[in-house]
């Protein structure tokens, strides 16, 4: 759908996903990396264990898609070249600290002078602004400052640290909506802007019902393990249940909502012999949850954590499809590839990597269109592997491009 | 169909949407904040699941005073339609051919039963651009099985990688945490399908499962899993790339710092902050590998200085030495966050039943066209009337009618 634009990327891991996603949506994404490549090809893990910068698989994943060229923005001639391609694009998008682009003149006021239609996107682990901007980040930092890590964990032990990295996928996505409602202005105006993007915020930006809680109530809701806190005056509902051969989660859930899933699931442990009278006489549809008891959830909890554990996971996920029991087992990784679901959807992609002498199965696609193909197509680009396409196509000769890499400019 | 025009980048838009639960709604906010006419249907026969969610004002359950659900619908508008009666499916039908989008996130099957299905609208506007973003996909093996967020986190793999080794894997504490993913695919996706109408003069089907949008949040460890067969190990608050690399107690009730060390200078710099510089120089400690594999005696040292001070201190003298370190904040921290303040996450709002109530406000800045708060979220119906008679033109007469029929209930 994005065919007819161009995305400088200028990322590193704070921000890849911004540019996967318009890759995705068709957008021709060229990554620049600063010659010798980004550091951020040193993230672990790699393929078949080996450290090497083109063996990156955190690389590959949020780079896809993406054409690939070097360039050192700090060297005069360098900021001269990547001034030349502001000129070819729709938007910029980068991660650096946040005055780094403007010391170099390629803050916004600096691109748009160049450009009067360009978007602009800096993605920063605090914002441009205000009194955390110049603080360091890491994953678990900013998940801390967003209230996600303080709820998550044991009830009586420390907040737990999801241990892949999201803020900066949080910050990745919000910077593809920004600059795609920047560009939809663009084109009824001409005019591009800036879209200033904080980690901290767009992992704060969905807290479930905490913050409303807190405002009404006075009430932190605090870690509650296996449990889901807030939902009731007293009590807690156990969501992490074991089974035979590993966890599944299950919520129950009161009024309309959950009194499909709950009856279904009652109705099959009573065929199979694991319902109690409690449950079967149950009204789901007038089940409250905000006024359940300790009493009731525990009539309820007991015979369906029987259920479970006497069940596989897979035996569960089957019966729950056709009943439509609002089930979810744990999947292994190796359970997401085998799934039917995403198998029968198409949703793994092969994707040839030459070098590598194989091809990798990736996630293919975030939305199916029945338009335009907005999946997965081809690998990250290696180190400066589109400089000669895309240098040429801005008027450098070939000599020039030699004598750039000899100056270590690409 | 003449709309009361918001100022903002889609002023002049409009979109119907069948929204469910959170995605619904997230997904609606980002266009709504921007000016657009978001029309959200709804029915007191069978309320949103969030108007019956905890908290709610005063404690008492109350569709039109639920924090949850007001918290996440500002600026949207409420129509209010019984769709069992086909007066209301002929207003749904009016409303999504006149429309820019159609936007609905309910269990696949339901717009098909009411005559709003993708084959169906094209008939009777041919560039209709329809998102469905469902649970597992609007069409594929799962299509019927009812998805909550909760229930996504695990299905998706994420509690693989939150807990202690050996104990049993945990959910996102922040629960239903996947319903902010997709809202965000879904939304880059919508401008660009009206991009490509305006350009080429076509429609389109947008399909996104949610489950689907949630692996793009872990697509590496699905690589290395390729790449190795290896599954991942719950690592607790360790980092295979820093150490020290944790949360630390700090004085009071519950109060925590993170702190993530990932080379040596970080390390000097926490050891003089420490008051300990001798550590700095200790060969257990000096390398990243010696300190990984002390890392347990280490964190016990970190541990025992953090207790003695506030997490605010330790914020504060970490970050001034350059070493990444962060209060662990509360929903309370949250909200009186002075970074997230003045970028205007919050925005409070006077609502008719709520009172003065803090909804939800932005999640990035644009500097020519910000976001705004328009309106508090809606009571159940509240622009019935409003969209019927001032948006369709529909008669007085004709709405009273419907209205004693049941259609608007």
């Known amino acids: 759908m994005l065919s007819h634009c161009r995305v400088l990327d200028l990322t590193d891991d704070k921000g890849f996903l911004c540019g996967k996603t318009l890759a995705d949506l068709g957008a021709d994404v060229i990554k620049i990396e600063r010659p010798g ?7 672990g893990g790699f393929w078949k264990d080996i450290p090497d910068p083109e063996k990156s698989l955190y690389w590959f994943a949020y780079n896809s898609n993406k054409r690939g060229i070097t360039l050192n923005i700090e060297s005069a001639e360098g900021l001269e070249i990547f001034k030349k391609l502001v000129k070819t694009a729709d938007f910029v998008i980068e991660s650096f600290p946040p005055d780094y682009m403007d010391k170099l003149g390629l803050g916004y006021s600096g691109l748009s002078e160049i450009n009067k239609g360009i978007i602009m996107a800096s993605i920063t682990p605090f914002g441009r602004e205000g009194p955390y901007r110049d603080y360091k980040d890491s994953d678990i930092v900013v998940m801390g400052m967003s209230g996600t890590l303080y709820q998550t ?25 920004g600059v795609m409602i920047a ?64 966890y599944v989660f299950f919520n129950v859930i009161g009024g309309r909502t959950g009194a499909k899933s709950l009856s279904a699931l009652v109705e099959w442990m009573e065929a199979d012999g694991g319902a109690t009278d ?53 999947s292994s990784m190796g359970d997401l590839l085998n799934d039917e679901c995403l198998r029968e959807r198409h949703f793994w992609k092969e994707i040839e990597h030459p070098e590598l002498g194989t ?8 939305v199916k269109s029945s338009e335009v193909d907005c999946s997965t197509r081809f690998r990250a680009p290696l180190i400066g592997e589109h400089n000669e396409e895309v240098y040429t196509e801005i008027g450098l000769s070939k000599q020039d491009l030699i004598k750039l890499k000899q100056s270590g400019i690409i | 169909m003449e709309m009361n025009k918001r100022e903002g980048v889609f002023s002049g838009l409009t979109i119907l949407a069948f929204c469910w639960a959170v995605v619904g709604p997230l997904t609606m906010k980002f266009f709504a904040d921007h000016g657009a006419t978001v029309i959200r249907v709804e029915t007191s026969k069978r ?21 949850y659900f007001n918290y996440y619908n500002s600026n949207i508008l409420s129509l209010s339609l019984n769709m069992q009666l086909p007066e209301a499916r002929e207003i749904a039908k009016r409303l999504a051919v006149e429309c820019d ?13 009411w005559g709003l299905g993708y084959e169906e609208l094209k008939k009777l506007r041919t560039d209709i651009i329809m998102m469905r973003q469902s649970g597992y996909g609007s069409w594929g093996p799962y299509k019927n099985l009812p998805a909550f967020g909760m229930v996504l986190v695990p299905i998706a793999g994420l509690p693989n990688f939150i807990g202690w080794p050996g104990k049993e894997p945990l959910p996102v504490g922040v629960s239903a945490y996947t319903d902010c993913i997709s809202p965000r695919f879904a939304t880059a996706t919508l401008i660009a399908a009206l991009d490509y109408r305006r350009k080429t003069g076509k429609g389109q089907l947008l399909d996104l499962s949610q489950f689907e949008t949630a692996l793009y949040f872990l697509s590496p460890a699905i690589l290395e899993h390729v790449s190795s067969g290896r599954e991942p190990e719950r690592i607790g608050n360790s980092s295979p790339d820093a150490a020290p690399h944790g949360v630390y107690p700090c004085q009071g009730d519950d109060r925590w710092c993170t702190i993530a060390v990932s080379d040596d200078e970080e390390w000097v710099n926490l050891c003089r902050e420490m008051g300990r510089p001798e550590y700095a120089e200790d060969q257990r400690y000096k390398t990243f590998i010696n300190r990984k594999k002390n890392e347990d005696e280490l964190n016990g040292i970190i541990g025992a200085w953090t207790s003695q001070l506030a997490a605010e201190d330790v914020m504060e003298r970490l970050q001034a030495v350059g070493v990444p370190a962060g209060v662990v904040k509360s929903a309370a921290d949250v909200f009186d966050d002075p970074q997230l303040n003045k970028r205007n996450i919050y925005w409070p709002m006077e609502h008719s039943e709520m009172g003065m109530f803090t909804h939800l406000g932005q999640s990035f800045q644009l500097s020519k066209t910000p976001s705004k708060a328009y309106s508090p979220s809606p009571l159940l119906g509240e622009h019935t009337e409003y969209i019927c008679t001032e948006l369709l033109g529909m008669p007085d007469e004709e709405f009273i009618d419907l209205m004693q029929k049941g259609v608007f209930e």
């Open chain 1, 37 to 43: 490549g980004d550091p951020s090809r040193k993230i």
């Open chain 1, 153 to 177: 964990g044991e009830s009586d032990g420390p907040p737990v640290h999801i241990s892949m990295p999201q803020a900066c996928l949080h910050a990745g996505a919000d910077a593809a909506v």
């Open chain 1, 183 to 246: 560009y939809h202005y663009r084109e009824m105006t001409g005019e591009g802007q800036h879209v200033d993007v904080s980690m901290q915020q767009s992992a704060a930006w969905f807290q479930a019902n905490a913050i409303p809680t807190w405002e009404l109530n006075r009430k932190n809701l605090k870690r509650a393990g296996a449990f889901r806190a807030g939902m009731s005056k007293d009590v807690g509902q156990r969501q992490v249940w074991p089974c035979r051969d590993g």
């Open chain 1, 278 to 330: 409690f449950l079967s006489n149950m009204d789901w549809d007038n089940f409250d949850m905000f006024t359940v008891t300790k009493e009731e959830m525990d009539k309820i909890s007991g015979p369906v954590g029987e259920f479970f554990r006497s069940h596989t996971s897979k035996e569960l996920l089957g019966g729950a499809v056709p009943r439509g029991v609002s089930i979810g087992p744990l």
């Open chain 1, 359 to 366: 091809s990798i199965t990736y996630p293919g696609e975030f």
């Open chain 2, 47 to 67: 309320p949103c699941t969030m108007r019956s969610s905890a908290p709610y004002k005063d404690n008492v359950p109350n569709y039109n005073k639920g924090g």
């Open chain 2, 101 to 113: 989008v159609f936007m609905e996130n309910y269990t696949p099957g339901n717009m098909e039963k």
